[in-house]
């Protein structure tokens, strides 16, 4: 499978790379493939990542400049990564609570019909019930999601699962 990595970037250091880098390295050994968001976001022509110049817009008060970017790079560039992909693991932590892009992405993930796998270091009760109600399971650590995708076959039923409810419960709405 194709895992598109979702976490939070904006408020995390160096936007949530090392996970992502060190979930990639396992995923790989596992025969899997990932799209990873911050590969996907090519520096502008001076070197600055596209969320970092969003910061720099925000603390300067460019707002409309920020909602341009947003729209026409941005939410494009995660869509097109979901799109690409088999299925989204969401790593919720504290930097997701304060931003909107993961949950967006899980969101589209769902609507996409992809299962949506949430790793946590939170107590499940403490996950938004919408995110809950997108996924497919629900870990409190990415070795309780590795021993979950031993069994390719679960992954698989999890792939039809989704797509069964994506029908069931967005039929004609997309």
Partial sequence: MIFYLSGGMEYKTNLGVKWRTWITGELKE???????PTQLEAPENNDERLQYKL???????????I??????????K???GIQMCDATIVFYDKAVQ??????????????EGKPVYVV?????????????????????????????????????????????????VLMGLY
């Fill in 98 to 111: 304060r931003g909107a892009g993961t949950i967006s992405e899980a969101w589209e993930s769902y609507r």
């Fill in 30 to 36: 596992w025969g899997h493939g990932v799209v990873d």
């Fill in 120 to 168: 946590t270091e939170f107590s499940l009760t403490e996950l938004p019930s919408w995110l809950i109600g997108e996924s497919v399971a629900l870990f409190t650590s990415f070795e309780a999601f590795f021993t979950y995708i031993k069994d390719e076959s679960r992954l698989l039923a999890d792939l039809l699962s989704a797509r069964e409810i994506r029908r069931e």
């Fill in 78 to 80: 995660d869509i097109f």
């Fill in 67 to 76: 909602r341009e970017i947003a729209r026409h790079s941005m939410f494009r």
């Fill in 55 to 65: 910061g720099r817009l925000k603390r300067e008060g460019r707002f409309d400049e």
